[in-house]
């Protein structure tokens, strides 16, 4: 069974640029989650969709932004770059969302860099 | 606000002995916690969980131990392996949240030969 997808995996842009990034689930599981990872905030939830609906969100811009298609497979946006937006965005899904007890399974991330 | 908290970033061990790694909470909802751990390079694995119903949880080398009055958990590792340094991460969750999980800052785990 495949495992979670992301893509690209490495990308370089530069300050107020626009990127977007790729997730393709597990199959069968509905619940896409993004995260951020950075050394000095550590791992910190982006949003989380479930049948194409935003179910949850974290304490981020408005310059992030994502959105779920009717495969399951999950687009995250973020707009007007800045420095600090270079990051680890991960990619995490689940069999459902609302009665998780928690258990995401990881893509391997894209490593964004911004300059 | 940091809601879960990995005091030590890091941790060095000798194979064979036992790894114990902390994690301190401050959001009494919180429904669920688990572990996950890190290679470079790659996504958070799941390892083990912990209902805040319970006190413990084991699954083979690893077991969770979760003190509610304390707002702390440990994860335990006994016997330790060269293979499982990586960063472990403690997380929470609310069951009605599904995906979102309040993580820790982890602690990177090193066991030596």
């Known amino acids: 069974k495949a495992g979670v997808t992301q893509t690209p995996r490495y990308l370089i842009k530069t300050r107020g640029q626009q990127v977007t990034l790729s997730c393709s689930p597990i199959?069968?599981?509905?619940?896409v989650s993004w995260y951020q990872q950075t050394p000095g905030q550590g791992l910190q939830f982006l949003f989380e969709?479930?049948?194409?609906?935003?179910?949850n969100k974290g304490n981020f811009p408005g310059r992030f932004s994502g959105r779920q298609f009717s495969n399951s497979r999950s687009e995250m946006n973020v707009s007007t770059l800045e420095l600090g937006d270079s990051a680890l965005y991960l990619c995490?899904?689940?069999?459902?969302?609302?009665?998780?007890?928690?258990?995401?399974?990881f893509g391997e991330g894209s490593r964004l860099t911004v300059l | 606000d940091q809601q879960v908290k990995q005091n030590s970033p890091s941790l060095s061990v000798q194979e064979g002995r036992i790894s114990i790694l902390n994690c301190d909470y401050t959001?009494?909802?919180?429904?669920?916690f688990l572990w996950y751990k890190k290679y470079p390079a790659e996504g958070p694995t799941f390892l083990i969980s912990i209902s805040s119903i319970k006190d413990k949880n084991e699954d083979g080398r690893f077991t969770v131990f979760l003190n509610k009055s304390a707002k702390h958990l440990s994860l335990h590792i006994v016997p330790s392996q060269p293979g499982d340094s990586a960063v472990y991460f403690c997380a929470a969750n609310r069951h009605n949240q599904g995906g979102k999980l309040i993580f820790g800052q982890g602690t990177e785990l090193s066991v030596k030969p």
């Open positions: 959001n009494s909802m919180f429904d669920y």
């Open positions: 199959s069968g599981h509905r619940s």
């Open positions: 995490a899904s689940s069999w459902v969302a609302g009665e998780n007890t928690g258990e995401l399974f």
């Open positions: 969709y479930f049948s194409e609906t935003q179910r």
